[in-house]
């Protein structure tokens, strides 16, 4: 059963730094374009990161240029989130997302409803 599963998020002080996991089994093809989405309360759900199964390049929203990075291990069928010099308006539920599409692997400008399929998400709170 496809299926994509998050893990990794947790409490950290500003400056500090997390990886999150995402199990992404099912979904581990060249044609699957993987995302990371984030939702903060009272806010719709963002973009953060994206890049094709077995891609070489990746994606990012503005405000995480430089701090975060997504990649992949296809031996383990896991995309990752590293992310360094947390703020506290990172603080939210991080989703792992996929959509079937030979269309451009972005999250750049692409809606949340673009992605078809979504785990159940790992919260991350960075306090000041």
């Known amino acids: 059963q496809a299926e994509l599963v998050e893990s990794g998020g947790g409490s950290v002080q500003a400056g500090g730094s997390l990886k999150l996991s995402c199990a992404a089994s099912?979904?581990?093809?060249?044609?699957?374009?993987l995302a990371w989405f984030r939702q903060a309360p009272g806010k719709e759900r963002e973009g953060v990161a994206a890049?094709?199964?077995?891609?070489?390049?990746?994606d990012y929203v503005d405000s995480v240029k430089g701090r975060f990075t997504i990649s992949q291990d296809s031996a383990k069928n896991t995309l990752y989130l590293q992310m360094n010099s947390l703020k506290p308006e990172d603080t939210a539920m991080y989703y792992c997302?996929?959509?079937?599409?030979?269309?451009?692997?972005?999250?750049?400008?692409?809606?949340?409803?673009?992605?078809?399929?979504w785990g159940q998400g790992t919260q991350v709170t960075v306090s000041s």
């Open positions: 099912g979904y581990t093809y060249p044609q699957y374009c």
């Open positions: 890049m094709r199964f077995r891609g070489n390049s990746a």
């Open positions: 997302a996929a959509v079937n599409t030979w269309n451009r692997c972005v999250v750049t400008g692409t809606p949340y409803t673009a992605y078809k399929y």
